[in-house]
């Protein structure tokens, strides 16, 4: 009764403290209207309950409000004359977006280029668009040769631009819809969060109109009469105005957040009802006395002291880098978390893990914790298996390959990385574990037997495991498929197992998403065409590109990327190429993107020895054998206090900053990356600090031994099964894509001598 009790209380004081800790708003604009100095920056500050601190802040320039109403015609032709000369247009912009010169109207002759440009080579050539913009952007090529191009909207020539130079070079034009062009308005993007009041700063003087906030539920005027002026402070600044009892209206119940709410609570209430029972279990084991058992007997002190020794070093990690390890993708999904707005580009559920772990701590350490929390745990297990299963010289064995794990610097950095990828290669790490563990179970005739709220948890693990990652849905199909093939549960508990886990994915892939309209916003179509850019151009770069319809497939190629910026481009290891071919492919038309898939899938096989080449160049560099390998920095190194904060259309809510808790930790740290990050051929840095290529050599050995070792055999071929996944479809030679099968090398050899000693001492059950 006193469990269901404990289990009750943690409920409802759980709930209670989300709940009021932490509400959901709706996405905001502050506009202000005046007379601004367009050389000035201006500085946006809230209080959201602690007063205004550096923080909360963002830094912008002068945001002007572009209204557009109506299309506009554009057409770019030849002055004539004595300043005719040949016109190359190189590149167009409207509204700061790029535009295919492809889909621009031909009059008279106009060539297409090798490189995408359009020739204007007649006095009559010229080329026109009708679309809606309030700017353009427009690149000449400029040299001797060049003459002059008059650019007109509308029918109205707006300017004429000479183009002859001494040398070879471009020149960029902007030309501007005046009569859509609003001035003294800028409109700066709010956090969703609850906000008290409002400070402008400024290092310029300026006139204040008028000021409003804008959102879903309609406006919300700020009274300048209540704001207070003050030309001293904050010091640097001109001119600071604070703008009292702000009531943007934006608070809302959003069920999404209530429901996380729910269930987190729901699950600490799960685990003080499950402690209490091994509360119980601990007493009656240790003889009266919980705390014996859990810390003394059954060696479970060698536990203990690894879990204690690999938290403190991690933590020394987080330390040095506080509030932890963030990249672009952490902003992203960190986003998503606050902003409730989910678009399942990163999956939906990595962001709902994060949105959790804010419920507890609004912080990006609070994730570093909880992973530094996850990895010694399940490591320090690990470990513990093996000694306290082996005689004394397993454990003179084990130690040194538990020392090198925990002081290894990528397992320090990713710990304590806000990536997806680290709970996915936990959750890989503990389903190989289960498998090895279930079969040396197995062999010793103690087949496992499960409780129903094992299967339930076993089930939800499952589903997390395929949907953390986008890549781990395959693992809905092996990880079953090596439970049955293993025979390591029994058929009556696989079959509930196995139901409750597709019912469980089913709800997870398919209903929920819709239900929270994640498949109204989301093409998912995107992960494919995010896979597919680099083995496009690794085919189409080869010189030996094989077509029976070479001519037809260069016509659907150049809409994507001209052959010669293909070739000339094309690196299969570097993450910046991928990141270009991949953002030129997402602006094709939909319809231009199927041609090339289409395209992509019927000459694969015929130009396979490119495709294979291109892969196995890739691995090589992502294993550490190579100069190209992406290792991701520290992105929060480059932003000022005051956070990261974007425009409405994508804003990123990142107010923390970096800020390491010791000066001489951070410097230990940043010349121990600065060193071991460096390429030194193959007798140091990447190749010894950062390489794959060992744990891939040890889970290739342990599968080929499977004969004398089946259960560390079978720990191997899980974590390969997920390599040559990857192998299909990875698109750019990163190193957290394959952190999973690092972290696992650290404990193939242990887990191999655990499994000799007990196959030597338990023989076989038939």
Known sequence: MKRYIVALVVFSLSLTYFVLAHRAYLPSQLVIDGSFDNEGELFLSWDSGQGFHPVERVSIRVIEERTCSKAHLLEIRRAGGGNDGTIVIKGLELNSLLFNLFDMQRTGPVRVEQDGSLSLTAP?????????????????????????????????????????????????????????????????????????????DSDREFHLNSARILSARGEAVVPVVNAVTSK??????????????????????RPR??????????????????LMRFWNRARREGG?????????????????????????????????????????????CWTESVTLDFSNYHPYLYCLYLLAIRQLWDSPAAVALVQIGMTAALGSYIFYFCISRGPRWVAIVVIPFF???????????????????????????????????????????????????????????????CMVRHNGIINIVVIPFLLIIAGL?????????????????????????HSIHISNRYNPRIQVYASITSPLASIFSGKWYYSDDYKGDREIIERWMSLEEIRNRYDPAHDLFSGYIEEKFQRLPDQDKDRIIALFRSRLLPNLPQFMAARVHMFFVAFGLGESLCLNGNELKDIPVGGLWGNPKSPFVCFFSYAPKSAALNLFQESLLRETTMYKGLRGGIFVYWNLFFPLLLMLAAFWLYRWIPATALFAFFILCQVGFLFLILNESEFRYFYFLYLAGFFVLPLALCEVRLRSRTPRVQ
């Open 124 to 200: 009559e050539s010229a080329v026109s668009c009708r679309a809606v913009f309030t700017a353009v952007g427009i690149e000449f090529a400029a040299g001797r040769q060049f003459g002059t191009a008059r650019v007109s909207i509308d029918g109205t020539e707006r300017t004429s631009v000479d183009l002859s130079a001494p040398g070879d070079t471009t020149k960029n034009v902007v030309v501007r819809c005046s009569e859509d062009y609003a001035k003294n308005r800028k409109v700066i993007p709010l956090p969703p969060v609850k906000i008290r009041a409002l400070r402008l």
């Open 232 to 253: 001293q402070a904050p010091p640097s600044h001109a001119v600071s105005v604070v703008f009292r009892d702000v009531h943007p209206g934006t608070e809302l119940v």
């Open 257 to 274: 957040l209530i429901g996380i709410q729910f269930l987190l609570s729901l699950c600490l209430a799960c685990a003080g009802y499950g």
């Open 288 to 332: 009266g006395c919980a705390l014996r058992y859990i810390f003394v007997q059954r060696m479970h002190w060698i536990f203990w002291s690894m879990f204690a020794f690999s938290s403190g070093v991690l933590v020394l990690w987080l330390l040095g880098q506080w509030p932890g390890w963030v990249t672009w993708d952490s902003f992203v």
């Open 403 to 465: 020392l090198a794990c925990v002081f290894s610097i990528p397992v320090g950095i990713y710990t304590i990385s806000i990536w997806k990828d680290i709970p996915f290669a936990l959750l890989i790490l503990f389903w190989a574990f289960f498998l090895f563990y279930s079969s040396i179970q197995k062999r010793a005739g103690h087949l496992l037997r499960y409780a129903p709220m094992s299967v339930v948890w076993l089930s939800l693990l499952l589903v997390l495991l």
């Open 489 to 513: 549960m029994p058929w009556r508990t696989f079959l509930r197992f196995a139901l409750l886990s597709c019912a469980l994915f089913f709800l997870l892939f398919y209903l929920v998403p």
